[in-house]
Structures are given as C-alpha cells and as structure tokens.
C-alpha cells in the first residue's frame, strides 16, 4: 500500500477513490472587462474537468508524457504516474529527501527530446533536497530541536546548515524513473533549518537550452513585511536577500539558463546575463533580483519566458520602509535584473533601513541598485532594474483591475499551442483556437485563471464557473487539454481538496466523458479478503448507456463487466481495482479503488494540542501525538510541523520529531494579530517500515489553534 493511500485511509472508514469527470462548479472570480470587439471566449458549458488523481499527497509539479500519461511529485520525495487508459495511480519513484520548512522534492521535467526520434531520449529532470548530513531534530530531546538554524551565532553555528538543492536526471523504464541512473548536473547552495523560499522550476526553449527559477531562499518573516537585508553581523545570513538574489556570485533568486551534454554537464549559452570569466558573477544567471519564481513557462513558438514571482506580506506602504507587497508577472526575451531586494518593481524602491538601529535611510537606486551587504560575494554595482509586465498588490491594482483583489500568489502559466488535428474525431479534447498562443496565468491565493492577451494588456477569464482550488501547476499535453494539478485548503500535507486533473475542450463533439464513481466494502485485511465493488454514482451527462469493466488486480484483463462485483484476494499484497466505463462513442472514463491486503495504514492523532486550542504568539507548545498501527510503532519515525497559519496558506516555522515534545510558537514582524487572519498549525505525520513486501504507509492529521492576541 502506497503513502498517497494512507493518508487516504485515515481521512474515512469507507474509502471511496474516484478518479472521475465532474462538472463545473459555479463560484465568483473578479469579472474580467472584455474589450470592444475581442472575441468572446468559449462558453464554460463546452469544457468538462475530469479528475486523474484525487489523492495525489502534498501536490508538487507535473509533467504529461507524450502518451497522455502523468507524472506529478511530492513535497516528501513520490512521482506519481497516472495511466489514463487503466486510470492507475502508481508510484514510478520515492526519493530520499530533507524535509525541514518548504524542503524537499519541487519539480520534474522532461528533456526536450523525450521520446522523440531516433536517439534514444528518456531523460526525467528533478530538482530536490538531498539528506546529506544536515541536523534534524533529536527525539530523545523533547525540549531541544537540533533541526533548526540558530538565528542568531557565528559562522561556525551556522556552518551544519550549510546545503543544497540538487537539479539531477534520471533514465525513464516506461513505467518507473530509474534512480541509480542519476546525473547530477548542479547543486544550488542554500541555507537550512530556517525558512523560506527555496521553490523551483524547470523549462527548456526550442534550442534545449534548461531554465532553472530559484527562490531566494531568505527568512521574510522579521522584516516587517518589506525587504530582509538584515546585515547585523551576529544574524543568521538567512535573514538578508543581499547574499541572494541580489548577489551575481549566487545561484539563488534567479533564472538559470544551461545546455546539458550528453554526459551531465553543461556548457553556458550565449546571452546570460554574465560573460563566462566576469569576476564576481556565475555565467549560469540569466535573470537576477528575483524573490520566488515559483511558476515560470516557456513558449518555444517565439522565445518568451514567462516568470511570476512571490511577494512580501506588508498590505500598506510606508515611506520609511517602502511600498506594499507586490506580485508580479512578466515576458522575459533577454537577461536582466529584476530588482529584489531593492526594488519591488523598477517604479517602486524600497527604503535602506539598519536593522541594527531602526533607523531608515534613502531610497534605493532602481536604475543603479548597488550591494553593499557584507555578505555580498559579487558585484557591488548591479544592473539597472527591468519593469515587469503586470504587478498588482492585494487591493485592486488601478493599472490592472480584472486581477481583483485578494492574497498575492502569482503563478505562470503555459501559453497554448494550437494544432488542429487535437481537435478532430470523437474522443477529441484539444482546445479551441482562441487560445493559441495566449499565456495562462493562474493566483493560487485568488483560485482562478486568466488569460494574458498581449503581454496582460487585455485579461480575459478562464472558465471562471470552474473550480480551480489553489492551483499548484498546469501544463498542456500532446492531446490538446490542460492538465492541473491542484493542491487544496490546508497545511504542507495532502489536502481534501487536492487532486490531479485534466480540462477537456468538449465543443468539437459536444459529448461529455462518463463519470465514473467506485467503492468498495473493504480496503485493508489479511488474505483471504472478500470485497464487494459498486458503481453506484457512476453517471453520463449525456444520458448514453455505459458499458462497464471491473479489473481488480490491474493485470489488465478484464474480471467483470457488471455495474457491481465481488472479488476475493488470495494474496497479501497491494491491489488498483479498476473500473473503466465507456460511452457508445468511444469516449471512456476510470477510476481506481486501492486495496491493501496484508497491511493497514497507521492512524495518527494529535492527544495534544487540540483543535481550536488558544494561545499567544511566542508560548512553548507542547504536543503528544498517539499513532495506532498493526506494526510496532517507532516514535523516531513522527514528525511534528508547526506552521504559521495565514489566511488560506501557511508559511512553515519548523519540524520536530517524537511522540512528544514541545515547539516555540513564533509571530513574525509585519503581521498583526488583532488584523491578520494568523493562526498556529500542527500537523503530524507519521510512517510505518512496511511489512511483507508491501511499502510504508504514511498518515497524517492536523490541529489549528487560534492566537489570543
């Protein structure tokens, strides 16, 4: 049995797992102005959402095979394969992976090349946190967590957090990701054990050339809301983006641009920001003085690089320190500095302020930036400051109004190419011409998706009745629909709302996919385990007669073709019982219900703190947790997360491990308790060793507590 299935069967006794079609929901967007004489898009009513994987784990990235099949990762290290055929879920790798704030496994590609012509490309791009021998924290010290960074010390405190985070490839077998085959190609050095903003992506352009975005890997979370430049000499150097994204001698904060050889590594194309052998520089920057390119896409028709970047927290400016947050969104066609941490845009600077005194001091230069910090390794005399093409802060941006208003998550999205033949025969999905060419953006605080008609000069709605529940990525396939992955409300585990998806353009046809709905009377017990199956629920909007097909050991014959079946399993081992249902036309629908016979999911819960729970930013927390398990259960193996909850997202502060123990609330500067929604998360996760050749089975549960101040 998977993790994915365990967190699954701790949410319900009766385990119901469909991976199926829905149809829209209606739900309110900022209404988008529609300019005179623009085409209107297509109605709503002509696209059908249809659910791959709706347990899918702590959604990460995806990537769509040239065969329609999907990979999508993990924050804790998984690739899921989704087979649309079978509609299996399988697990194609499990990575080893440090895990402390937002580390982990972030992105997967695939080469540019992959399964294309006669030289053989399977080559699948990760970029993750491996172990190495970074402190974690210590169950047998309950009161002490060895896993966090001291914030203040000398460079020798600092030094055992020194890490990295590794961008590798790994040969693809057709079903799984072959990790002894790994190249290592480049290491991005970070500093652990403290949050934020480590967050990837990888794209390549027409030439194969790879693009890396890298966050600036700097706590936010004691500069008020405005620029961390923190430059106090006994200061972790996590707290200045100096070192970072405004250092041309650091990997972080930016966009990578290389060309990897045959054999891992990489030449420098021509037009990065830096000459190759500039003193002071890495040639690998193509652009600079970025905060968290969370999404970033490249349109390989004409060049451009789309790149949206995270924003800080301050709602309201303030002349001694600089303007509110600001997210943004731009077309990058040539190398360039975009600002952080002294500018917010090329229009707005912030102020240079001591932390050491409180005192502020001028503006900075947004034509002529200079890095002054003491933990600069580049340059001091940086390049002038590119404006982005879209900004908007959390009201209503006066040059941008059909953004809305609301939390600031901007994430870039693909821009569609059209191709007709995706539009043809009777199971065909492809979307329409009035996309093409047109790149999507999406707001993951906001759950919508927009269009960006000429460089965001003209922003049009995308299926604005549609549920897009914090959209974590999106990419369209070879078939011509978009493929979302989703990561839901909650807190750095596996949402309810999560979910892999993929949006069909039904108005060539105008016939719908079946939906189909499984469950079983049984999902875990020892062999010999009798399980009934039912379709009850399995529907066509259409009204077409469904014909049905129960495989319930995913050897791919067929065991029935009734609506409802039983099966027993004479063996101990892990079971995807399919059904497929399929309309007369050919067009068809599966979803999976995983058995585990041999084995059962853990079941966690936190004894204390409990839900609701009150208590005031900076107060020691102490947490039991009580795990249930058909195993021996190793308190070594529980991990305790806390994370400042803020409105509908959560920024983590630490993990600790043990049944019990205690953690240090904290409230960073730059949010008001009395006026920001904040709250205090603790989730708990635990994982079993597996037993009888089944995997580990991994659960989780989480509590909010509510501040008194």
Not at 62 to 84: C, M
Request: net charge negative; hydrophobic share 35%.
């Amino acid at each position: 049995m998977s993790a994915r299935t365990a967190i699954a069967a701790l949410a319900a006794t009766a385990i119901l797992m469909p991976a199926t079609a829905v149809q829209a929901t209606p739900r309110s967007a900022p209404p988008s102005v529609p300019q005179a004489g623009a085409p209107a898009p297509p109605p709503d009513d002509r696209f059908q959402k249809v659910t791959l994987n709706d347990h899918p784990g702590e959604p990460m990235d995806l990537a769509v095979l040239p065969d329609s099949r999907v990979l999508h990762t993990t924050r804790r290290g998984e690739v899921w394969l989704h087979d649309p055929r079978t509609g299996l879920n399988t697990l194609a790798a499990e990575l080893d992976v440090y895990q402390h704030d937002e580390e982990g496994l972030q992105s997967i590609a695939l080469s540019p090349g992959f399964g294309k012509g006669s030289k053989k490309d399977d080559w699948i791009y990760l970029y993750y946190s491996p172990p190495l021998d970074t402190p974690v924290d210590d169950p047998a010290t309950p009161d002490v967590n060895e896993g966090d960074a001291p914030m203040t010390g000398t460079p020798a405190d600092f030094a055992p957090f020194d890490g990295l985070i590794r961008l590798s490839r790994y040969r693809w077998t057709g079903t799984t990701i072959d990790l002894r085959s790994e190249q290592r190609i480049l290491d991005v050095p970070v500093n652990r054990g403290i949050c934020c903003h480590v967050g990837g992506d990888i794209v390549f352009d027409a030439a194969g050339n790879l693009y890396l975005s890298t966050g600036d890997d700097t706590n936010p979370f004691f500069s008020g809301g405005f620029t961390p430049i923190d430059e106090r000499p006994d200061r972790n150097p996590a707290f200045d983006a100096q070192r970072s994204s405004g250092n041309t001698n650091d990997l972080r904060g930016k966009i990578l641009r290389i060309h990897v050889r045959d054999n891992g590594s990489y030449t420098i194309p021509k037009g990065n920001l830096f000459r190759p052998g500039t003193k002071g520089t890495r040639p690998e920057i193509y652009a600079m003085g970025l905060r968290n390119p969370f999404r970033i896409e490249l349109n390989r028709r004409n060049g451009d690089l789309y790149v949206a970047d995270y924003s800080p927290d301050q709602q309201q400016a303030d002349p001694a320190r600089g303007p509110a947050g600001q997210g943004k969104w731009t077309v990058i066609r040539k190398a360039g500095n975009y600002g952080w941490p002294y500018c917010a845009t090329a229009r707005l600077p912030y102020v240079d302020y001591d932390f050491a005194t409180g005192a502020s001091g001028a503006a900075f230069d947004c034509a002529a930036p200079v890095n002054e910090s003491p933990h600069n390794t580049g340059l001091r005399e940086l390049p002038p400051v590119v404006q982005p093409d879209v900004w908007y802060s959390y009201g209503v941006s006066q040059e941008f109004p059909a953004l809305g208003a609301g939390g600031i998550g901007p994430m870039a999205g693909p821009a569609y190419d059209f191709d007709p033949s995706d539009t043809r025969g009777p199971r065909a999905v492809g979307w329409p011409r009035h996309y093409d060419g047109v790149p999507l953006f999406y707001e993951w605080t906001r759950d919508y998706v927009k269009a960006f008609h000429r460089d965001g000069q003209r922003i049009e709605d995308v299926l604005p009745s549609f549920v897009f529940d914090n959209p974590m990525d999106m990419e369209f396939g070879p078939d011509g629909a978009l493929y979302v992955l989703e990561y839901g409300d909650g807190f750095f585990s596996e949402n309810p709302d999560a979910q892999l998806a993929r949006i069909d353009y039904i108005g060539h046809t105008g016939n719908h996919s079946p939906i189909p709905v499984a469950a079983a009377s049984a999902t875990n017990g020892l062999a010999p385990l009798t399980v009934t199956f039912t379709s009850a629920g399995t529907s066509d909007p259409d009204g077409d007669r469904l014909r049905y097909a129960w495989d319930f050991d995913a050897d791919g014959r067929v065991d029935s073709r009734r609506p409802d079946a039983t099966h027993t399993f004479t063996e101990n081992g892990l079971y995807n019982a399919t059904l497929n249902v399929t309309d007369p036309s050919g067009r068809s629908a599966a979803t999976s219900v995983r058995v585990v016979v041999g084995n059962a999911a853990p079941v966690v819960e936190l004894v204390r703190p409990v839900a609701g729970q009150q208590f005031a930013f900076g107060d020691v927390v102490e947490f039991e947790v009580r795990v249930t398990d058909d195993q021996p259960v190793n308190c070594d193996n529980v991990t305790v997360d806390y994370i400042l909850g803020h409105d509908d997202h959560g920024h983590p502060q630490t993990t600790a491990r043990g049944c019990t123990g205690s953690i240090r609330t904290t409230v960073p500067s730059g949010h008001d308790p009395e006026t920001d929604d904040l709250t205090g998360v603790f989730v708990a996760t635990y994982t079993d060793p597996g037993t009888g050749g089944l995997p580990p089975l991994t659960s989780s549960t989480q509590v909010v507590l509510e501040p008194t101040d």
